[in-house]
């Protein structure tokens, strides 16, 4: 699985996700810091990505096209560099992995993890 971390995330994911096993690239490394979300999904999408972020917009993006993809991981925690939310977050992605291949929004947060199959109707 390919994952494009957002830059509202530390490019310190990009390491501990390829130590799990993914690929991973920060937006820092790809485009502007200032670019619209539209066309992070849309990178993503082309490029097979799965966009791994704490900004809303995006699962609102997906509700409002009902696009198929791409799959979008939603961290709802206070704390990225929590070591246990990261190892909450990697435990998370094994177990959806194929759903996240498929098209998925999954959201994370300390106490709850969701797995909305895509695409999203209200």
């Given amino acids: 699985m390919k994952l494009l971390v957002d830059m509202n995330l530390s490019p310190d994911w990009v390491p501990l996700l390829a130590a799990h096993g993914w690929a991973a690239r920060h937006w820092s490394q790809l485009g502007p810091g200032q670019a619209p979300d539209t066309e992070l ?4 999408r082309v490029e097979g990505h799965v966009v791994l972020t704490q900004d809303l917009d995006f699962s609102q993006l997906l ?25 909450r977050v990697c435990a998370a992605l094994t177990q ?17 993890i969701r797995l909305r199959h895509l695409p999203l109707v209200p």
């Fill in 41 to 44: 999904m849309r990178w993503a």
């Fill in 96 to 112: 959806a992995e194929a759903a996240l291949t498929a098209g998925a929004l999954l959201t994370i947060s300390a106490h709850r």
């Fill in 63 to 87: 509700f409002a096209t009902r696009d198929g993809g791409p799959s979008v991981v939603l961290l709802r925690m206070e704390n990225e560099f929590d070591v246990a939310a990261r190892t």
